[in-house]
Structures are given as structure tokens and as C-alpha cells.
């Protein structure tokens, strides 16, 4: 095994609750810790992917959020946790694996995460990357009239769910020529199968209500900050990145060129490319 490869998954007691973590590369090195959107996983982070930014000299952390994967799960519908708690998880795991400051990649939905921890606990923050996100202005445009979300499945037909999530998926790529579907359904099979709950993962995070910063808004913001967004998304179309970026003094943003609201393996090197760019301001 090289040295940027995975240290492997463990379980951590953060918060009151389990938390399934996997970190890749040099634990001396820049942390760069990894946000997923909402109702993903760890793997959605793909290992590879994690693997590039690592042997370029970053320590990556990669997680399961609350009722996602391996961490902790509660009744579908019936999250007994708040916004605010995911974002303190963050914290929990930069305290669990001795990390001062981390350079936040937060994706779609809890790209909030990022904000919060940004305005409320910049010390804890030595850059922030905002993925396929917005600031929520109601003056953006709405997602694309393209964009048809499959009927919910049969919870108990694995195979349903499966079908469910890839075509998700693949509404969400929003027509990008790099959408592979093979790939997805590798993804979503081993996600289905090494989820505590799935009904929980596909419910929970959009029964909870949505949380901010208690000190200010994105204007606030003092780390340095990179906005990524694909020119294909259909949930977020590019002028809610490109809002994002006017919001935030001193945000650059990088633009994915034919990706839709994910981060295909396509992009995967502009991206990283990008990321290891933007983390190389001082040490965390």
C-alpha cells in the first residue's frame, strides 16, 4: 500500500453519536476535510478521487454523515438532530483526528456547513471550497424543466433502489456527456448495501430544518474561498455559483465544464488540480 492510499474506515464517537471516518495520506500534510451533499455518503467522495488530492500532498478525510453509511441512523423521518449538529460533527472529527484548522470542501446542500463554520468558528477553518452550491437568493433560477426526479421507489426491493438512486443521478448530471452510468451503479450498489438504514439516507437530511451562522452571511467570510460548479447543473444553474462567488469578498471560482450538479471523473483532475492550488496557503 502507498503511502496516499486509505488508513481504512473507523468508527469515532463524536457528539453523542458514531461517526464512520476514513482519511488518505500523510497525516502531517495540509488537512483537506470532504462535505458531502445531502443524503450522501462517504463514497460519493469517490477513494480515487481522494487518492489523486492525497498524493499531491494533502491529508483527505472523508465521512459518513449522520444517517448515512456506517454512522450512526435514526427511524426514516424522525432525524433526532438538528442542522447546527451536522456542522458540529465537523468539528468532532477535526478534534478526533487532532486537526487545528482544515480546509472545508462542502458539496450542494451542505455547503450551509461550510458557511456556518466559516462566519461562526473561522479559526477552525483555513479555506473553504463550496461545490455545486448557492447562496439561496430567491432571485436565482429555479432547477432546470428538465430535470424529472424518478417516482420513490419500493424500500423493500433492493434492486428498486438501486434504479431509483441511478436515475437520480443521472437527472442531476444534468445531460453531461461525462455521466457514467456503469460507474454510478457500482457506487449506489455498495452505498445501498453498507448503509445502516437506507430509507433513513434518502429521507432524513430534508426533515430537518436548515440552519445558518449566528454572526453574519456569506460577506463574512474571511477564509479563503473557491466556488466549483459545473455548467450543466440542472438543480443549480451556474448563476448560482456565480452568485456565491460575488458574495463572498476575495471567492474564486472554477468552473467544471461539462458536469451537472456532481463531480464526474472527467473533471477529476481540474478539480483536484484546482483544490491542492488553493490549500497551498499555510499549514492546518
Not at 492510499?5 to 488518505?24: K, M, P
Not at 442542522?83 to 460533527?89: E, H, K, P, S, V
Not at 433492493?158 to 437520480?168: H, P
Not at 460548479?229 to 465544464?257: F, S
Request: contains cysteine.
Amino acid at each position: 500500500m502507498t503511502s496516499h492510499q486509505s488508513h481504512g474506515e473507523q468508527l469515532l464517537g463524536i457528539n453523542g453519536v458514531e461517526l464512520c471516518v476514513e482519511t488518505f495520506g500523510d497525516r502531517d500534510a495540509p488537512a483537506i476535510v470532504l462535505v458531502a451533499g445531502s443524503s450522501a455518503s462517504m463514497l460519493w467522495w469517490d477513494a480515487e478521487l481522494c487518492e489523486q488530492i492525497a498524493a499531491r500532498g494533502r491529508f483527505v478525510v472523508r465521512y459518513d454523515h449522520r444517517d448515512t453509511g456506517r454512522s450512526t441512523s435514526y427511524p426514516p423521518g424522525q432525524p433526532a438532530y438538528s442542522y447546527t449538529d451536522l456542522t458540529l460533527d465537523v468539528l468532532g472529527i477535526q478534534d478526533a483526528l487532532g486537526i487545528e484548522r482544515a480546509h472545508l470542501v462542502c458539496q450542494s446542500m451542505f455547503g450551509g456547513v461550510g458557511l456556518i463554520l466559516g462566519v461562526d468558528h473561522p479559526d477552525r477553518v483555513a479555506s473553504l471550497t463550496f461545490v455545486s452550491t448557492s447562496t439561496g437568493a430567491d432571485e436565482l433560477p429555479p432547477p432546470s424543466s428538465d430535470l424529472a426526479v424518478p417516482a420513490e421507489p419500493d424500500f423493500s426491493d433492493t434492486a428498486a433502489v438501486v434504479d431509483y438512486v441511478v436515475a437520480g443521478a443521472k437527472a442531476y448530471a444534468g445531460g453531461s456527456p461525462h455521466f457514467d452510468e456503469a460507474a454510478i451503479r457500482a457506487l449506489v450498489a455498495h452505498d445501498v448495501a453498507r448503509a445502516s438504514s437506507y430509507p433513513s439516507t434518502l429521507v432524513n437530511h430534508y426533515a430537518i430544518e436548515s440552519g445558518g451562522p449566528t454572526r453574519g452571511g456569506f460577506g463574512d467570510i474571511t477564509a479563503p474561498t473557491l466556488v466549483v460548479h459545473g455548467d450543466h447543473d440542472p438543480l443549480l444553474p451556474l448563476p448560482h455559483g456565480e452568485a456565491l462567488r460575488d458574495a463572498i469578498p476575495g471567492a474564486e471560482l472554477l468552473i467544471l465544464k461539462g458536469a451537472g450538479h456532481d463531480l464526474p471523473g472527467a473533471v477529476w483532475d481540474d478539480f483536484a488540480s484546482a483544490l491542492v492550488r488553493h490549500t497551498a496557503g499555510g499549514r492546518s
